[in-house]
């Protein structure tokens, strides 16, 4: 009966989906199918490229518009490929050294000494030294940009070769700047840098040409292992055009999305990664108008600002189906925002697709349909609510539009809109709204539940407030160390009695993780690679060290 209902549902997902396109719900298709012919006459028209050891060629998105200045945010959700990082994460997620050689935390949790190896050179000839690390960190600091340096009160260059890095007070996940932060140098560092980067990593910059390539080289004064391709030419396509580009034997790695993986592209190897790139429901947690953002913007929502709805909500999603019907295969159901991470709570985890069980949690939260137009109400309020979604995201589209099916059955009525980020930005504390997530770095978790890091942007967006969960992510982020601040990330999700997911607050209605999938020639070894943060595509150069060209 179970195989028959998915089945049944699946095929449902698949009309759906049909029906949405022919009703223009999708985005623009003259604009797709321009895009695509223009990738696809590229292809016939440019000779087969082959890979070797002096050069390949990916296309995996991953062009920074703002440029590659770690201060500025590059970097954060992989590795900086210029810079150096003072430690880094291997394929298992451990902690090892890269500039750094040493490092310590004060008994206070406040200071932290880091001792760096004295053999490292910028790509310009220069030395890097400690004074480069404290002026990487405090610029960072002051920059107010993506890379959050919040907490750090100073950072200072005791001596050549140690840095003091001084805290407002401790942080447990501050070990993650000294994985992420890229080591720029003091000495040209200007206002072109982020266009013009110079770094201690393995690979330095020869040409960008912005909106086409990327063109870097191995660094010959890298300190670490010599990476054994000398060339990297990275092709900014959008991800059809990354296919066509396959296809053609154009480039030996491309990032394509679940739906073009099933495919088979011959002399080419389907790499399939597993990622905490999630995408989930995030509900307004307040009732509505209850305060507005800085920007003047709405704050919450009635329907949603229910416990029974977004609980029920919860445990009527098919999680599997979404993956099988939405992402072909490659993914996973999701429950939170850590998954398959040392600090994700498995006790949090549901048995979801229960029908049954989310029309007894409405009915015992005084919801009913007492005039059977299948919309279940109280006290007037009919449960209904908008699903906005990026309008150029097609998984974001189609899991918008089927879990608004899925929750039909139970009395809530889900509207599906699709908008640019400049239209749901006003939008977004008073809407439900399908966001994409997935980080290493448990901060990001703490942002997106953390009462006080609601301030009208897309930090806690739905302005989720807890007492007692606040209380745990402080005692979470106020740990001496990320292995000691484990229990308490977990008990923030669930400690048996109370928590931030389903069992909980429901705060969120997680959905699936994504596999991110890729071609990979043949001839190519990239070894292998970490659970991916967000983003498909740049991360799985996180050891493109360690790639080698197996053909001759």
Not at 349 to 360: G, N, R, V, Y
Not at 443 to 467: F, H, I, R, W
Not at 526 to 544: L, R, V
Request: hydrophobic letters at 40%; glycine letters at 8%.
């Amino acid at each position: 009966m179970q195989i028959f209902k998915r089945k049944r549902l699946l095929e449902v997902l698949s009309v759906l989906l049909a029906s949405c396109a022919i009703a223009s719900c999708t985005p623009n298709p003259t604009d797709s199918n321009t895009a695509d012919s223009t990738a696809d006459s590229t292809a016939e028209s440019s000779p087969a490229q082959s890979g070797s050891a002096e050069q390949i060629v990916l296309a995996i998105g991953g062009e920074s518009e703002e440029g590659y200045d770690p201060t500025l945010g590059w970097g954060r959700y992989g590795a900086p490929l210029f810079q150096s990082t003072l430690l880094k994460r291997d394929e298992n997620l451990n902690i090892v050294n890269d500039l750094a050689t040493d490092y310590t935390v004060s008994e206070d949790g406040k200071t932290w000494t880091v001792t760096i190896r004295e053999d490292a050179i910028f790509s310009d000839g220069k030395p890097l030294t400690a004074a480069d690390v404290a002026y990487t960190f405090n610029k960072a600091a002051q920059s107010g940009g993506l890379t959050d340096v919040t907490q750090l009160e100073k950072a200072t260059a005791v001596d050549n070769k140690t840095v003091e890095l001084t805290l407002k007070k401790p942080q447990s996940t501050f070990v993650n700047r000294l994985i992420t932060l890229g080591i720029v140098p003091e000495h040209a560092h200007g206002k072109d840098y982020a266009r013009n980067p110079v770094g201690s990593g393995p690979y330095k910059m020869v040409q960008w040409d912005e909106g086409q390539q990327l063109i870097v080289e191995a660094n010959p004064d890298y300190y670490g292992e010599a990476p054994d391709i000398q060339r990297l030419v990275f092709l900014f396509v959008e991800e059809d055009g990354a296919f066509a580009a396959a296809k053609s034997r154009q480039v030996q790695v491309a990032a394509v999305p679940q739906s073009l993986a099933v495919q088979t592209i011959q002399g080419m190897n389907l790499r399939d990664v597993i990622s905490v790139d999630n995408r989930g429901l995030m509900f307004p947690y307040l009732p509505a108008n209850s305060k507005k953002t800085p920007d003047g913007d709405p704050v919450g929502n009635d329907v949603t600002a229910d416990l029974a709805i977004r609980q029920a909500a919860n445990y009527a999603i098919d999680r599997q189906a979404l993956v099988d019907g939405i992402l072909e295969g490659y993914g996973s159901p999701a429950y939170g925002p850590v998954s398959g991470l040392a600090w994700e709570e498995t006790k949090a985890d549901i048995e979801d697709a229960q029908i049954e069980k989310a029309k007894e949690i409405l009915a015992e939260g005084g919801w009913a349909d007492s005039d059977g137009d299948g919309i279940v109400e109280k006290n007037g309020l009919k449960a209904e609510f908008t699903v906005l979604y990026k309008a150029d995201d097609s998984i974001r589209q189609a899991l918008a539009l089927a879990t608004a099916e899925m929750l039909k059955p139970i009395g809530i009525q889900a509207n599906v809109e699709g908008k640019s980020w400049d239209d749901i930005e006003p939008l977004m504390h008073s809407n439900v709204v399908v966001f994409g997530w997935g980080s290493h770095d448990q901060t990001e978790m703490y942002n997106l539940y953390y009462s006080k890091a609601a301030q009208g942007d897309y930090n806690n967006a739905g302005y989720y407030a807890d007492p007692a969960i606040d209380s745990t992510l402080d005692l979470a982020m106020g740990a001496p160390s990320e292995a000691e601040a484990v229990t308490y990330w977990k008990a923030a999700q669930w400690d048996g009695k109370q928590g931030m997911t389903t069992k909980g607050d429901a705060a969120w209605a997680w959905l699936v993780n994504l596999n991110h999938t890729y071609f990979v020639d043949e001839c190519l070894d990239i070894g292998k690679s970490q659970i991916e943060p967000h983003g498909h595509g740049w991360p799985i150069t996180a050891n493109i060290t360690e790639w080698k060209w197996t053909c001759k």
